[in-house]
C-alpha cells in the first residue's frame, strides 16, 4: 500500500487563490520530505527540500514568498501556492524517504489547475 | 555535482521483445545507489529496481534487470517480454541528500 499520501489530487480554482497540499508519510517518520513540479513530457524539478522544524531549504529560481513550506510534524509537511496564478498550474508531487541513498516513496501528485 | 543522463528521450518496442533503457551518470563517490523508476500516464512515481554500486552483482525484478558498470557509470534498464502496462515514461535517478534524476525516456509497447 501507499506510505506517503498526497492530498488533494486535483484543484481547479480562480486565480488569486491560495492552495494548500498535503503530503503525508504513512508508516515512517520523515525528517525530510521533498517537493517537485513536473511540467508535461518534462522530467521531475525538484522545488523544496521540507526540514523537519525548520525552515524550507528551495532550490535557486524557485520563490519561497509563493510556495510556502511548513513541515510542522514528522509525518505531515504542507505546501501552499499562495495568491496562484495561472502559470503556478502543473502538476505538484512530494516524496518521503527512511534516509539517505534509500529510494523516495511518492505521494500520487497534485494536479492544480488555476483558472 | 552528480548529474545523471538519459540519452533516449523515446523509444518504442513490440510486446513481448526486449528493450534497453540506457543511463549514464558522473559522481565522484565510490560508494552509492542508483534508481529506476516508472511514471504511468497515471504520474504515479514508482520504483522499479535499485542498485548499490559496491555489489558487482546486477540487480534483477522479475522481468526488469540493469546492465550496472560502474567504470563506465553506465546503468541500463532492461525490459524482458514487453507488456503493454510497461508503457511510460522511465526516470534513471542517483540518491544524493536529495534525488538527481534523468530527463526521462517515453517508452511505448506496440501491440
Known amino acids: 500500500g501507499a506510505v506517503v499520501s498526497q492530498h488533494p489530487s486535483r484543484v481547479i480554482c480562480k486565480s488569486g487563490t491560495s492552495v494548500k497540499i498535503e503530503c503525508r508519510s504513512l508508516?515512517?517518520?520523515?525528517?525530510?520530505m521533498f517537493w517537485y513540479r513536473q511540467f508535461p513530457k518534462q522530467s521531475l524539478m525538484l522545488m523544496a527540500t521540507?526540514?523537519?522544524?525548520?525552515?524550507?531549504?528551495?532550490e535557486q529560481g524557485v520563490e519561497k514568498d509563493k510556495f510556502l513550506i511548513n513541515h510542522a510534524s514528522l509525518t505531515l509537511s504542507t505546501l501552499t501556492v499562495t495568491s496562484a496564478h495561472p502559470e503556478d498550474s502543473s502538476f505538484y508531487i512530494c516524496?518521503?524517504?527512511?534516509?539517505?541513498?534509500?529510494?523516495?516513496?511518492f505521494g500520487d501528485g497534485t494536479r492544480l489547475s488555476i483558472l | 555535482a552528480q548529474t545523471v543522463t538519459q540519452s533516449q528521450p523515446e523509444m518504442s518496442v513490440q510486446e513481448a521483445e526486449t528493450v534497453t533503457l540506457s543511463c549514464t551518470y558522473d559522481t565522484s563517490e565510490s560508494d552509492y545507489y542508483l534508481f529506476w523508476y516508472k511514471q504511468p500516464p497515471s504520474r504515479q512515481m514508482i520504483l522499479v529496481i535499485r542498485?548499490?554500486?559496491?555489489?558487482?552483482q546486477n540487480a534483477t525484478e522479475n522481468r526488469f534487470s540493469v546492465n550496472f558498470q560502474k567504470a563506465a557509470k553506465s546503468f541500463s534498464l532492461k525490459i524482458s517480454d514487453s507488456q503493454l502496462g510497461d508503457a511510460a515514461m522511465y526516470f534513471c535517478?542517483?540518491?544524493?541528500?536529495?534525488?538527481?534524476f534523468g530527463k526521462g525516456t517515453k517508452l511505448t509497447v506496440n501491440p
Open positions: 521540507s526540514n523537519e522544524g525548520s525552515k524550507a531549504t528551495y
Open positions: 516524496s518521503a524517504g527512511r534516509g539517505s541513498n534509500q529510494p523516495q516513496h
Open positions: 542498485q548499490e554500486a559496491y555489489k558487482q
Open positions: 508508516d515512517f517518520q520523515a525528517t525530510t
Open positions: 535517478a542517483y540518491p544524493t541528500e536529495k534525488l538527481v
